[in-house]
């Protein structure tokens, strides 16, 4: 089915260890973007690429980076992960050309860090 | 920067019943997106309808409508015969038009549909 796939669901990692989330869409879509879900506080933007080969930060950047591979993925990199990054993590893309287009959301990663 | 609250974390309601989740909004902003997603405990997130800022009417999807009120800046979603199947967690979320489009979303309310 077209849509957005990230990989992997679940992760458990020890604190220190680094890992990347993958996310890749099929639907030709030009922005993809980052969030993270907490209890309480919906969801917030880490990272987004408005079209390949761009890449900006969000409202929660830090102890992130990413990577626009290809116009198809969007890779999130955790190099140091900490208790406090331990949250389910959603990828998602737009068309992203002329605005007001709702996000097609991956099924989310949840993480967690011990 | 845009600000987006949910002032009520959890509802329920009976199932056939009418419910109505609350949203309020921040901007400066006069043309912009605004959504209401659905997202169960299946966790995936699932668009339930969307309102342009520029039109006053009110956006519809079969059994959710959403009160549109610009000047007071609210944007509250109504949903009618309510079904088990509409138990979920509920964001409402805010979009202005520029590059990257980003969602601005609120913290949530959770709806339990009863029996």
Redesign the interface.
């Known amino acids: 089915n077209a849509g957005v796939t990230q990989t992997p669901k679940f992760q458990v990692l020890k604190t220190g260890q680094s890992m990347t989330l993958q996310c890749a869409q099929d639907m030709n879509h030009n922005s993809m973007y980052w969030y993270r879900q907490d209890p309480g506080m919906g969801l917030r933007l880490i990272y987004y690429s408005a079209s390949e080969g761009t890449t900006d930060k969000g409202e929660v950047p830090n102890g992130y980076n990413v990577s626009r591979l290809n116009k198809r993925e969007f890779s999130l990199r955790l190099e140091s992960a900490a208790p406090s990054q331990t949250s389910v993590y959603f990828c998602a893309s737009s068309a992203g050309i002329l605005g007001g287009y709702g996000y097609t959301f991956g099924s989310g990663t949840r993480l967690t860090v011990v | 920067a845009q600000t987006?609250t949910?002032s009520q974390?959890e509802m329920s309601v009976q199932e056939a019943e009418t419910v109505t989740l609350s949203c309020t909004y921040d901007t400066s902003e006069s043309n912009y997106?605004l959504?209401w997603?659905k997202q169960p405990p299946?966790?995936?997130?699932i668009?339930v309808i969307?309102q342009?800022a520029y039109k006053q009417q009110n956006a519809t999807e079969n059994r959710f409508s959403v009160n549109f009120q610009k000047a007071a800046k609210s944007f509250s979603l109504k949903i009618s015969d309510s079904q088990l199947g509409d138990t979920a967690m509920y964001?409402c979320a805010f979009?202005k038009?520029?590059?990257?489009?980003?969602?601005?979303?609120?913290?949530?309310t959770r709806l339990m549909v009863k029996p």
Do not use: C, D, I, K
Request: aromatic content about 18%.
């Open positions: 987006v949910q974390p997106y959504f997603y299946s966790r995936q997130m668009l969307r342009e964001f979009m038009p520029a590059a990257g489009n980003m969602l601005t979303f609120g913290g949530g």
